[in-house]
């Protein structure tokens, strides 16, 4: 499960945020730019995280579960990304 976490958030860094997307605006019930960034940051202590960091991660993983749909379409697959991040990060 690590190893498949390492490899999509490599993946994550090396794909280039959406050009369709605003920085700076909510989609859904997330902030386009925040909602990645925190996930990442979480994902990276995945295995070491405290209770409270662990539910807020949850908290992040379904709201943006939630929001996916409020993105442009061709924006859609990078947050599917950054959701399976976090969904790997609360696995481990």
Same mark, same amino acid.
Request: net charge positive; proline share 0%.
């Given at each position: 499960? %690590?190893?498949l976490l390492a490899k999509e958030m490599r993946l994550h860094m090396a794909e280039r945020f959406p050009d369709s997307v605003e920085k700076g605006l909510d989609y859904g019930d997330v902030d386009a730019v925040m909602i990645? %960034?925190?996930i990442y940051g979480w %994902?990276? =202590?995945a295995g070491s995280l405290s209770e409270l960091d662990r539910s *807020? &991660?949850?908290q992040a993983a379904d709201e &943006?579960? *939630?929001s996916i749909q409020a993105f442009p379409p061709d924006a859609q697959p990078y947050?599917? =990304?950054i959701l399976r991040i976090a969904r790997l990060a &609360? %696995?481990?």
């Open positions: 499960m %690590a190893n990645g %960034a925190d %994902a990276t =202590r *807020r &991660l949850l &943006l579960q *939630r947050y599917e =990304r &609360l %696995a481990v």
